[in-house]
C-alpha cells in the first residue's frame, strides 16, 4: 500500500499548515503534493504555528529568516524548509549549502530531525524545537 505523497510532511491535524515560497517549482509541488491541506501564504503569522513549510530565499540573511520563524513556531511545531538539492543549486541560483541551511537552522535553537525529497529539483529539512527548552519557549 502507498500512503499519500504528504504523508512524510507530518501534517498537523487540525492546526493550520501553511506554505510560504513563492518559486515557480515550490507553488506548483505544494498544489500538486498537498492540495488544500496546505495554506499558501505570502506573509508569515505571528504564531503560535504547529507546520510551516517554507522556502529558504536564496538571498538575505539566513539566520534572519530562521530567527524570524524561530519565533512564530509553536513549542511542539514543525518547520519544514526547502531548498535546492546540490546538484540544482547553480542552476536555480541559490548561493547556500545543505550546511549553511542546517548551520543557520542550529544558530537559531533549533534543531534538525527529518530530511523528506520536495520535488525533483528540491529538498527538505525539518526543523523543531528542542525538547528541553519546549516547557520554557512561549505560545501553543
Same mark, same amino acid.
Given at each position: 500500500?502507498?500512503?499519500?505523497? %504528504?504523508?512524510?510532511?507530518?501534517?498537523?491535524?487540525?492546526?493550520? @499548515?501553511?506554505?510560504?515560497?513563492?518559486?515557480?517549482?515550490?507553488?506548483?509541488?505544494?498544489?500538486?503534493t498537498f !492540495?488544500? &491541506?496546505?495554506?499558501?501564504?505570502?506573509?508569515?503569522?505571528?504564531?503560535?504555528?504547529? %507546520? +510551516?513549510?517554507?522556502?529558504?530565499?536564496?538571498? =538575505?540573511?539566513?539566520?534572519?529568516?530562521?530567527? #524570524? $520563524?524561530?519565533?512564530? $513556531?509553536?513549542?511542539? !511545531?514543525? $518547520? %519544514?524548509?526547502?531548498?535546492?538539492?546540490?546538484?540544482?543549486?547553480a542552476e &536555480?541560483?541559490?548561493?547556500?549549502? %545543505?550546511?549553511? /541551511?542546517?548551520?543557520?537552522? $542550529?544558530?537559531? !535553537?533549533? /534543531?534538525?530531525?527529518?530530511? @523528506?525529497?520536495?520535488?525533483?529539483? &528540491? #529538498?527538505?529539512?525539518?526543523?523543531? /524545537?528542542? +525538547?528541553?527548552?519546549?516547557?520554557?519557549?512561549? !505560545? =501553543?
Amino acid at each position: 500500500m502507498t500512503s499519500a505523497p %504528504w504523508a512524510k510532511f507530518s501534517l498537523p491535524g487540525d492546526a493550520p @499548515a501553511f506554505a510560504f515560497g513563492a518559486s515557480p517549482e515550490f507553488t506548483r509541488t505544494i498544489r500538486e503534493t498537498f !492540495g488544500p &491541506l496546505v495554506e499558501r501564504i505570502s506573509e508569515v503569522p505571528v504564531g503560535p504555528i504547529a %507546520w +510551516i513549510l517554507a522556502e529558504v530565499p536564496a538571498e =538575505g540573511s539566513l539566520t534572519g529568516f530562521f530567527r #524570524t $520563524l524561530e519565533k512564530r $513556531l509553536a513549542r511542539a !511545531g514543525s $518547520l %519544514w524548509t526547502v531548498l535546492p538539492k546540490k546538484p540544482f543549486a547553480a542552476e &536555480l541560483k541559490f548561493p547556500y549549502t %545543505w550546511l549553511d /541551511v542546517q548551520k543557520a537552522g $542550529l544558530s537559531a !535553537g533549533l /534543531v534538525d530531525n527529518k530530511i @523528506a525529497a520536495f520535488s525533483p529539483r &528540491l #529538498t527538505s529539512i525539518r526543523f523543531v /524545537v528542542p +525538547i528541553a527548552r519546549r516547557k520554557s519557549k512561549p !505560545g =501553543g
